[in-house]
């Protein structure tokens, strides 16, 4: 056999493999055939890389480059549905349907799943994937292509054989499915990243990471439940989801036709209840006509299709009574009120507390003391306080008090202007202000300190050995011992766990010293743009705003921070422990003049950076990234494909394009 005949084999019982284990849930082979099997196949392509092909199973698990979304327009826009909350509201649309088909006695309405996740597009060319799409703002959307060739259940390449339509777009739902939205929001709880709301906020998020291998690595899933095409193979909805299931897609597994409005009821409360044992989150239900005939006559108003409505299932709610309110510090001082609630079961869970977020929020429900409180979860894993019952408050209650000093050491609170948020300004002297720095500083994403928790920061402080960051690398396995649940072993575990942070890279020493508004992300572009701390500690906040997400107020954020003298000595410290001050020169570059005063606006696509990485080049060699064409651009950096409009500006301003190749000389590399 030759090569490219083996590969062909391999690609197509690997896609067998995969349609019958993420599809069917029915695989024939153990997991360790097919990674043998994958194996060889990967070796092939090394040694023939004539055979590669990005739509080869192989590629499934993604990437490590940076990857920037294009935005294309959809080639039908993607409309949202009319939402409907009472069977009374469904009844009516069906009497509505008749009416407007008039003498068309026979209807059918197909009820389906709807799926609470985020919805894709997916373009099939010759029975090859070419293109996944975001709805975008439903005319145009983002190509999120790599991201979603990592999803196993979607097929890459389908063969003709099954009869799909040469040219035809697929749409549905990603889904984060329960079980992998827990274990990455335990893992980021870990981290002590902010956690996910729900399985759609994650799904859509992990769309969106630039890192493909990242966004494998989560386990998204996908639905579909629309087939689009100028060659459909069948007259109806329903026979066409069963088509292209036929073809390897997960459609929708719930699709009923109905005949009656007693059935369209009858399925509404049988899957009320039987939702909550699917895989993945749903917030109602879809239902739509099912001849394409007479989708064709109802046809769509701006919005939404008249063939289709969605009836959303009401959110699940408890009652229960407010025992008290206790108050919240936060790392950044932040005052948290916190309902501390009887217990209730909602949605499976004992609900005890719940967040009220705000003094704002408090206020507006006009929350009493001792008031019958609604709790809801909803999509939301955390439960959200979200209205009274007024009939049942006592005569002489009086409405919950907030603070007006920090519960924790007595500073009188102050209101931030603009925000709802209510702060404790005494940032140096608070104790749980201190000690939530301390836990972020060493959390796994920022310093990555083994062998210090939540619980060991606290004990840290108690003891008197830690008030700042700095202080942890002073710490002696001695001075650890006598504390309670220290041995040697862990009291060792620390010091070095210290030790071996000092190679921690820049950015995430810039995380760890919890700037009010600089996150990870930002934390990274500001590494990136100012290359060490000297620099960064010197940039007004004009400056500092030339760096992509650093905005106003978190670029004031930062330069109150260095103003502090107790920040600077306690940065200078840190410093003389050996902490990493400097972007590594091996993988990063250093900064220049080379672009004092540009003003240069990037279009097009490259070949050697991302537009991300130009945006940080452009920073760290002094200009200024800016987005769109005006009289004070300076330069336009123009890859491929810049669109005409911007060239013909460009040209009529008389503002020189510079290739990738003239910029990457400009800048010396
Ligand atoms: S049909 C032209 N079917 O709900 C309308 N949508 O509120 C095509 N959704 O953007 C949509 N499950 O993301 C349809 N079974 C289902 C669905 C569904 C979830 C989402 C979809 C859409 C949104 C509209």
């Not at 300190?449 to 002073?474: K, P």
């Not at 620099?535 to 004031?556: N, R, W, Y």
């Not at 240069?600 to 200009?623: M, N, P, Q, W």
Request: net charge negative; hydrophobic share 40%; glycine share 8%.
């Amino acid at each position: 056999m030759t090569p490219a005949n083996r590969v062909a084999e391999l690609r197509r019982e690997l896609n067998r493999h995969n349609h019958l284990y993420y599809v069917l849930n029915s695989p024939e082979i153990s997991d360790r055939e097919f990674d043998m099997l994958l194996k060889e196949l990967e070796q092939l392509e090394k040694e023939h890389p004539e055979l590669d092909d990005p739509l080869s199973p192989t590629h499934r698990v993604g990437s490590d480059l940076s990857q920037t979304f294009e935005q294309v327009e959809h080639q039908r826009a993607m409309l949202s549905l009319a939402n409907t909350y009472s069977t009374d509201e469904v009844d009516k649309w069906v009497g509505q349907v008749r009416a407007l088909l008039g003498d068309q006695p026979d209807i059918v309405i197909d009820g389906e799943m709807k799926f609470d996740g985020t919805s894709i597009s997916l373009i099939y060319e010759n029975g090859r994937l070419v293109r996944a799409v975001t709805r975008g703002d439903g005319t145009r959307g983002d190509v999120v292509t790599e991201n979603v060739k990592t999803i196993r259940s979607i097929p890459l390449v389908i063969p003709e054989e099954t009869g799909r339509p040469d040219s035809f777009e697929i749409r549905g739902e990603i889904l984060l499915p329960w079980e992998a939205f827990d274990r990455l929001n335990r893992r980021r709880e870990l981290d002590g990243e902010p956690l996910f709301a729900n399985p759609r906020n994650a799904a859509s998020g992990t769309l969106k990471l630039q890192n493909s291998a990242e966004a494998a690595e989560r386990g998204l899933d996908a639905y579909f439940y629309y087939v689009l095409s100028d060659n459909l193979p069948f007259a109806t909805h329903f026979d066409n989801i069963k088509a292209a299931e036929s073809w390897g897609f997960k459609m929708t597994p719930v699709l009923r036709r109905l005949s009656s409005i007693a059935e369209v009821e009858e399925f509404i409360s049988y899957w009320d209840v039987e939702r909550k044992r699917l895989p993945v989150a749903t917030d109602g239900l879809v239902f739509k006509v099912d001849s394409l005939h007479q989708q064709l006559n109802l046809g769509f108003t701006a919005k939404s299709p008249r063939w289709a409505i969605a009836y959303k299932f009401p959110a699940e709610r408890a009652l229960t009574r407010l025992r008290s309110v206790s108050f919240e510090v936060g790392r950044m001082g932040i005052i948290t009120p916190v309902a501390n609630l009887e217990p209730v079961l909602l949605s499976g869970t004992i609900v005890k507390r719940a967040s009220m977020h705000n003094e704002d929020i408090v206020r507006k429900l006009d929350i009493h003391n001792g008031d019958m409180l609604y709790v809801e979860k909803g999509g939301e894993i955390i439960p959200k306080i979200t209205g009274v019952d007024l009939k049942q408050r006592q005569p002489d209650a009086r409405p919950v008090s907030f603070v007006t000093r920090c519960p924790a050491c007595g500073t009188p609170l102050v209101k931030v202007e603009g925000e709802a948020a209510t702060v404790c300004p005494n940032k140096y002297g608070c104790p749980p202000q201190i000690v939530g720095r301390i836990e972020h500083f060493v959390g796994r994403r920022m310093m990555n300190i083994d062998g210090i928790g939540e619980e060991t920061a606290r004990q840290l402080y108690d003891a008197g050995l830690v008030h700042s960051s700095a202080d942890i690398y002073d710490l002696r396995p001695q001075q650890l011992m006598p504390l309670e649940g220290f041995g040697p072993r862990s009291a060792n575990r620390v010091v070095e766990g210290a030790e071996e942070s000092k190679k921690v890279p820049f950015q995430r020493v810039i995380y760890a010293l919890s700037i009010p508004g600089v996150g990870e992300t930002t934390a990274k572009k500001i590494a990136r743009a100012v290359g060490n701390i000297d620099k960064l500690m010197a940039l007004t906040s004009e400056q500092l705003q030339a760096i992509e997400d650093v905005g106003p107020a978190i670029a004031d954020s930062i330069v109150e921070y260095f103003a502090d003298s107790r920040n600077l000595e306690n940065l200078m410290r840190l410093r003389a422990a050996g902490l990493q001050m400097e972007v590594e020169q091996t993988d990063e570059q250093q900064g220049s003049d080379a672009l004092a005063g540009q003003s240069i606006v990037i279009s097009g696509t490259f070949a050697r950076h991302s537009r991300d990485e130009y945006k940080a080049l452009i920073e760290l060699h002094g200009g200024k990234n800016v987005g769109s064409i005006s009289k004070k651009t300076t330069a336009i950096l123009a890859g491929e494909n810049m669109g005409p409009s911007k060239l013909e500006k460009a040209n009529s301003l008389g503002i020189p394009l510079l290739s990738e190749e003239d910029f990457l000389k400009i800048i010396g590399e």
